[in-house]
């Protein structure tokens, strides 16, 4: 029998690939949104993608239990991948109740629904700034830096902690993303950033197409051989089936342990300048962009030890980072009508 997985914030950037996958491999998925950060593109991209016009969609709030049980009443949930959570590390500093509010209760809401699995999206973020790159899965939390990365850490624990007491009833995977980017090839479905972006390919998206002036590349004097900081780029295909190898293998009652942890990332460093090269390269254009200070908070370097996911989930990166910046300039494109 078709299972079926309920992706919670599954009409924005990261849901809604995950959602064209999950559909591909063959589940059922009900996605719910209470799209205060989205609207509804994304989600008509997934339907035209499928070609299925009857994806289940709920507007809901997963910080109200009421909704959260009934929505679990009306479908029969076999797992939960949960995104619904604010994510934008500046606000959470200036906002910090609105960030532990939202992203803890909505999470212990599905939690106490009693759904027995749950894949919760973790961020590279718990690492802080390593001590030894690349991370695998064993290196150090370090103390978070703000009150987003604070949710993602007690988000975790509270998983482990839940799947530990429930003597067997729940699975749990986390899966720790490094920098998603880049967007859906049919350019459909992508990242739709409200206001100015924070975070780096948005940015040189817009600029590219003139709806920003200038990038500022925060930091040329890193200690890297460039001088700007070190990520692992993941392309959002590639991060969106890695969540497809997780729910099968909960679903499928192959995990090894009640809770699972996973880096989802290539394993291979790329820097900011070189990312910006390489964009240009590629969509054959050049970028007004300038250095400019360090930003607060940014780590030198960090990428990933994808070993664990490559074997225990037989998930791999597959795209190249050059294909994924053709695929952001794409949607960009796309939403500018071109
Ligand atoms: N960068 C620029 N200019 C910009 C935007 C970013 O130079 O306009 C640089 C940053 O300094 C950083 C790199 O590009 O070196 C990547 O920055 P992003 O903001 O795209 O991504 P981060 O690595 O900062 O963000 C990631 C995750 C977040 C998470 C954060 C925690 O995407 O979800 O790490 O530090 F919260």
């Not at 090839?185 to 390919?201: D, F, H, K, M, Q």
């Not at 990933?304 to 980072?321: F, I, Y």
Request: glycine share 8%.
């Amino acid at each position: 029998m078709k299972k079926t997985v309920l992706v919670s914030g599954g009409a924005g950037f990261i849901g809604s690939h995950v959602t064209v996958e999950l559909i591909a491999a063959g589940y059922d998925v009900v996605v719910a949104d209470n799209m205060s950060n989205c609207d509804l593109t994304c989600f008509e991209g997934v339907k035209k993608i499928t070609g299925r016009e009857d994806i289940p969609f709920v507007k809901m709030d997963f910080c109200d239990m009421d909704a959260v049980r009934r929505l679990f009443s009306q479908y029969s949930i076999d797992a939960v991948i949960h995104f619904a959570a604010f994510k934008a590390v500046g606000e959470s500093v200036a906002e910090p109740l609105k960030y532990y509010k939202n992203n803890l209760i909505s999470f212990m809401n599905i939690l106490e629904s009693g759904c027995p699995n749950v894949l919760f999206s973790s961020s590279a973020t718990v690492y802080g700034e390593p001590e030894q790159v690349p991370v695998t899965e064993q290196s150090p939390r370090q103390p978070a830096t703000s009150p987003y990365g604070n949710t993602k850490q007690i988000c975790e624990d509270i998983l482990q902690d839940t799947v530990k007491a429930s003597g067997g009833a729940l699975r749990g995977i986390l899966l720790r993303y490094f920098n998603p980017i880049g967007a859906h090839p049919s350019a459909l479905i992508g990242e739709l950033p409200r206001g100015v972006p924070n975070n780096l390919v948005p940015f040189i998206t817009q600029t590219a197409i003139g709806k920003r002036e200038c990038l500022s590349i925060f930091g040329n004097d890193y200690p890297t051989a460039d001088g700007t900081c070190l990520r692992d780029y993941i392309d959002i295909v590639d991060l969106a089936k890695a969540h497809v190898y997780a729910v099968r293998r909960m679903l499928d009652g192959k995990m090894e342990q009640g809770c699972e942890v996973y880096n989802v990332g290539t394993g291979r460093p790329v820097s900011v300048l070189e990312l910006v090269n390489a964009f240009e390269k590629v969509n054959n254009l050049k970028l007004n962009y300038k250095f400019a200070p360090r930003r607060a908070g940014d780590v030198t370097a960090i990428w990933a030890d994808p070993t664990l996911a490559n074997e225990k989930l037989g998930w791999k990166a597959e795209r190249s980072v050059e294909d994924t910046l053709k695929s952001a300039w794409a949607w960009e494109l796309h939403l500018a009508g071109k």
